[in-house]
């Protein structure tokens, strides 16, 4: 062998150990980066294209996952873990039968990876159940959840002695039990439930599209990112930067469920807190706020198991009501994903967005849940494969033409809890701390001064509760909902 092909050689061994010790580290984002130069020393390699794929799995870049999952069939037609990352990869798009044809593949080849059988069996379920209210769909308006609740006749068991609504009413000493109730591992009364959620969607509903808010020089406003049911690194918010009050403002800038295993207390925490200060807490729509992301990411299932079919169909309702953006003092936009596909989209065009229902799969309601910053000019395809990505030049023109200073958005897990990028005009934030129980992140949020506006950051690290694990066995739910990104 010659010492250019040794060289080789060894540069392809070092990229392969580098790539083992990031997945081991879970540090993924340089897992991409070794894999990538491991292909552009061996571009045929399908375990390569492979592994790289599933570190985009694992940082949710679900459309350049399925392009390198293809692209390892196209190298080696017979490499079944191939089929399995295009499958997980069209689950995470919400491309049901294309997913359950590779289930199939794997599942036929491997006839006893449980692993295979159980995504198999779940994707299966989904595609019956799409054909299923498709075929029972009707042109008549839908009926909502809450004509057929008779909350007033609910009975409250005489055995039960958690927190209670004041006169059908949340109070800020009803916020409080509720929270240690939570806190304690305990299930909130369904009727309080029900009564939160029928109130919360009233007022929602009379919400326009685009908040518009304005602070005063002495006021300020908390933002926080994505919380994603990690209910004791919410309460780790409250204890850091003081509860809701008319005085201290928050904005939670939408994704409030799924992956984490509290997600119940987690909305109906930021539920109560709305009906409370409705005119200073506001909440803003993510693209977990959606009927297939709760479907494959845990929330509809949590509900499900502790509650019912029908209270996740009342969610469902009562987060289409949710508003897509915040303005903030005519100066500062705030949305859960970011900007859009094309130019010309003014604040006016987001008023006007009718976003009672599931978000389409383009145009600005989807860009705004959905979209991703990047560093060069111009726009490309996004990596999660909805919307699209943008970059400074995009910005630029977007808060040039609606005479803002920059935007707010949430949306990806940063390392510090934040990030500012297109020179300083485009500033990510993100709640999360440790994202899944995996990622390591700290979490931060945004407190914005009347006076100036200048975001200021702060930071924090998750919190680990004793009881947090004895939970998740009972409930026998895992930390991060691991359906279908995290096996294989």
Wanted: aromatic share 12%; with cysteine; net charge negative.
């Amino acid at each position: 062998v010659s010492n250019k092909h040794m060289d080789r050689y060894l540069l392809i061994i070092t990229h392969n150990q580098l790539c083992d010790v990031c997945f081991s580290d879970k540090d993924y984002e340089n897992a991409i980066k070794y894999y990538s130069e491991a292909l552009e020393l061996n571009s045929s390699n399908a375990i390569y294209y492979s592994n790289r794929s599933l570190a985009y799995l694992r940082t949710e870049c679900y459309g350049y996952a399925l392009a390198d999952a293809t692209k390892a069939l196209e190298i080696d037609k017979n490499y079944i873990k191939g089929y399995y990352r295009r499958a997980t990869s069209n689950m995470a798009l919400g491309k049901f039968k294309a997913a359950l044809k590779d289930y199939e593949t794997v599942v036929r080849v491997r006839p006893n990876d449980k692993d295979a059988r159980m995504k198999y069996q779940e994707c299966n379920k989904i595609v019956k159940q799409k054909a299923f209210e498709r075929a029972i769909a009707s042109d008549e308006i839908k009926k909502s959840v809450v004509d057929s609740l008779d909350i007033e006749n609910m009975t409250i068991e005489d055995d039960y002695d958690g927190p209670k609504l004041e006169d059908g009413k949340v109070t800020l000493t009803f916020m409080k039990e509720m929270m240690d109730w939570f806190k304690d591992q305990k299930k909130l009364h369904r009727k309080c439930a029900y009564q939160i959620l029928v109130q919360v969607k009233d007022v929602l509903s009379k919400l326009p599209s685009l908040v518009e808010i304005t602070l005063k020089e002495a006021e300020k406003i908390t933002i926080c990112g994505d919380t994603h049911g990690q209910y004791y690194d919410l309460l780790n918010i409250f204890k850091l930067n003081g509860l809701p009050s008319e005085t201290n403002p928050y904005l939670f800038n939408g994704d409030f469920v799924d992956r984490g295993s509290f997600s119940l207390e987690v909305i109906l925490t930021l539920f109560g807190f709305k009906l409370l200060y409705p005119d200073n807490f506001h909440l803003l729509r993510g693209n977990h706020e959606t009927d297939n992301m709760n479907q494959m990411y845990g929330f509809e299932g949590e509900v499900k198991a502790k509650y019912t079919a029908q209270m996740f169909q009342l969610f469902s309702e009562v987060f289409q009501w949710l508003p897509l953006a915040q303005c903030i003092n005519s100066k500062v936009l705030v949305m859960h994903g970011g900007l859009f596909s094309e130019d010309g989209v003014t604040l006016e065009d987001l008023r006007k967005i009718e976003r009672n229902r599931q978000p389409p799969d383009s145009g600005p309601m989807c860009d705004l849940l959905w979209s991703d910053p990047q560093p060069q000019n111009g726009r490309s395809v996004s990596k999660r494969g909805v919307s699209c990505q943008f970059g400074p030049d995009v910005t630029e023109r977007f808060l040039d033409q609606n005479k803002l200073d920059y935007i707010v958005r949430s949306h990806e897990v940063k390392a510090e809890g934040y990030e500012v990028t297109h020179s300083g005009k485009c500033i990510t934030v993100f709640s999360a701390p440790n994202y899944c129980d995996q990622m390591g992140n700290k979490g931060a949020y945004i407190h914005l001064r009347g006076s100036d506006l200048k975001p200021e950051f702060h930071q924090f690290t998750a919190v680990v509760s004793i009881l947090y694990s004895k939970s998740l066995y009972l409930l026998g739910l895992s930390s991060c909902v691991v359906s279908p990104i995290w096996l294989w």
